[in-house]
């Protein structure tokens, strides 16, 4: 059995794998994608110290610094159950190609952003369209930008954008925007945001190389209209990829594993780090500091346990 088995390649796995190999203990890191979302990501410009990179140049970058360790890295394996220990302290995880066993797991599977599903979105994806206002903000200074989505990701997207984009307007599906009134209050004091609501989004248009528009249909009267935007941030959810847990760990409403403040979850010598956690803010930088913790954390609960 390994001492600490990592689920999940993205950037809090592969942290994780490297603060516990550099502790000398027998570490795998398993997972789908070796990279993570990260892989999905065209310019990266906020993670300290390095001013600029790409997506597929930083997840080579993460898979090469674990693979400086005596890591087993296996890639392309899907994790389907968590088996909490017996009486032996072994976890196990059952993955599509067989089980392994682990004196203690990092729970690191990510999250991805839920998409609208209409036409010119996925065309258009990193080229105007965009669902991260941290990453891609800065993008659309001084441009026209829309959000779609009024919960509170969208209309903190919405403030947060006004502050760089010349005009930001939110598209909302249901007749009232559902975000906390604090915020909503922020959003109407500024002079360069405006809403729609009832308003169902089924287009995004584009000239070929850039998004130029948004589409929407106005639920109450049937009607099409439009908007000219160069930047359409979609906020309509972040998925957790913890559905293949089942109750095995304790996950909030939204699916997120609870963690506490060293990434322990509910079950011991399980823990949990980056976009599939309850930690707030999802982030590259985040979450490579979130796996780091959750690797001391499993490092710590092992030379505590008996037959450390
Ligand atoms: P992930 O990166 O999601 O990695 C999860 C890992 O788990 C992957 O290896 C995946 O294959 C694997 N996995 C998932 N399910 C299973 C399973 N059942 N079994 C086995 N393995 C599984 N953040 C920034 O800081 N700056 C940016 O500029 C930026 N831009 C972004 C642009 C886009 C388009 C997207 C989608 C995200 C962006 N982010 C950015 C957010 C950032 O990518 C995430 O916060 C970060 O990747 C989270 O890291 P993670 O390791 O927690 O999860």
Redesign the pocket.
Known sequence: PYDVLV????????AAAVYAARKGIRTAM?????????L????????ISVPHTT?PRLAAALGAHVAEYGVDTIER????ELIPAGPDGLTAVR?TGGQLRARSVIL??????RHLGVPGEDEY??RGV???P???GPLFAGKDVAVVGGGNSGIEAAIDLAGVARHVTVVEFLDDLKADAVLLEALGKLPNASVIASARTTRVIGDGAHVTGLEYEDRTTGRTGSLDVEGIFVQIGLLP?TE?LGDAVKLTRRGEIVVDARKATSVPGVYA????TTQPY??????MG??AMASLAAFDHLIRSAGA
């Not at 394996?77 to 389907?80: G, I, K, S, V």
């Not at 999802?282 to 979450?287: G, H």
Request: aromatic residues 6%; contains cysteine; proline residues 2%.
């Open positions: 689920v999940g390649g993205g950037p809090a796995g592969a398993v997972g789908d994608r070796i990279g993570g979302q990260v999905d990501t065209d310019a990266i410009e906020n993670l997506g394996q899907r994790a389907e993955f690191a599977t990510g999250a991805r952003w994806r990193t965009t669902y991260c941290h990453c891609d990829n293949w780090a980056g976009d599939c999802k982030q590259i930088i985040i979450s979130a796996g």
